[in-house]
């Protein structure tokens, strides 16, 4: 599958519980998390806030990438959202038109 997806962060407040996901509809699939659509982690720990994501060529990219991060100690996850989002603010109304 090819086409432009996403792997992201979401977060349930400044060093908090956290969340990583893969999506192709970053957009949808935030506005899902923020809304407590889907039953599962992200509704049960209150994980609403958008604090990092990054671009991917395809889907499987993204999967591979979610995988090894969701792998990784907890610094090294919080050094990779503070790079991009050293405030942990919101980035939800700052995703660009993709």
């Known amino acids: 599958m090819m086409g432009q997806a996403f792997v992201y962060i979401m977060a349930s407040r400044r060093n908090g519980t956290i969340y ?3 999506t192709t509809d970053l957009l ?6 923020r809304n407590d659509v889907v039953p ?4 049960d720990y ?4 958008l604090v990092w994501y ?15 991060m969701k792998e990784w100690k907890r610094a090294w996850k ?3 959202i503070e790079g991009l989002n050293a405030d942990w ?4 109304e700052r ?4």
């Not at 949808?28 to 998390?33: A, F, G, M």
């Not at 990054?54 to 090894?68: I, K, N, P, S, Y």
């Not at 603010?89 to 939800?92: E, H, K, V, W």
């Open 20 to 22: 990583i996901g893969s």
């Open 28 to 33: 949808r699939r935030v506005w899902e998390h």
């Open 40 to 43: 599962g982690f992200t509704r």
């Open 46 to 49: 209150g994980c609403h806030l």
């Open 54 to 68: 990054e671009v991917h060529d395809g889907l499987e990219q993204a999967r591979l990438r979610e995988r090894r």
């Open 78 to 80: 919080i050094r990779e």
């Open 89 to 92: 603010s919101d980035l939800y």
């Open 95 to 98: 995703i660009p038109s993709l």
